[in-house]
């Protein structure tokens, strides 16, 4: 079992740009692809990007297409989320998710969740 920690989130403008991190402990990120999810209040878990376990495969929901880019660093078990461009319709909270795999984007796939963290996008 991995554990997942995220952090990075916090308040900026819209037009701005966040870096989200995702750190794994419990056993090595390279086994996994990892991929990052958001949730509005009263909206359904929203994929947003996945990346395979070597880095070489990513994967974007039509929504942050252009604007987010997702890289990860296996020697520090971490996986980042570029965000640039957002807007206020990208205020959620983030979530990131490891499983086997080659980063699928349905959230079904995906059995080790971390907390979360908040992203707030003001206009």
Known sequence: ???LVESGGGLVQAGGSL???????GRTLSDYA???FRQAPGKEREFVAAINWSGGLTNFGT???GRFTISRDNV?????????SLNPEDTAVYYCAAAPGWGSASRYEYHNWGQGTQVTVSS
């Open 1 to 3: 079992q991995v554990q």
């Open 63 to 65: 929504s942050v297409k």
């Open 19 to 25: 870096r989200l991190s995702c750190a794994a402990s």
């Open 76 to 84: 520090k078990n971490t996986v980042y989320l570029q965000m640039n």
């Open 34 to 36: 990892v991929a990052w």
